[in-house]
């Protein structure tokens, strides 16, 4: 009988080598929504951030007590950031002792 050997069907084996295969389609576009997805995360999460930091800048600003004493109107601006922070006798005392300004 014609395919058999010693009383069995003949049949090829064929080796396939192991390699990875190149992801598809779909699974390349998975891949680069995830990506875009952490993306935009990290882009939102920085844009919370900056809104925070801003409303507290402007809580800061708003405000005209000193930040030290919490009593007087602010009436110092340091030189060279131009932060106005302090009164006068507050100034005094911050300069005296560390000469750098306090919210830098």
Known sequence: MPGMA???AAHNTYLVPNTPQP????EQIA???EAERLSRQQL?????????DRDR???LVAADECIICCTESKDMVFVPCGHLCLCH????VI???TNRCPTC
Request: proline fraction near 3%; aromatic fraction near 0%.
């Open 6 to 8: 010693h009383g069995r």
């Open 23 to 26: 992801p598809s389609d779909i």
């Open 31 to 33: 891949q680069q929504l």
């Open 44 to 52: 939102l999460d920085q844009h919370t951030t900056l809104q925070a």
């Open 57 to 59: 800048l402007a809580q």
């Open 89 to 92: 006798v507050c100034a005094d």
């Open 95 to 97: 300069v005296a002792d």
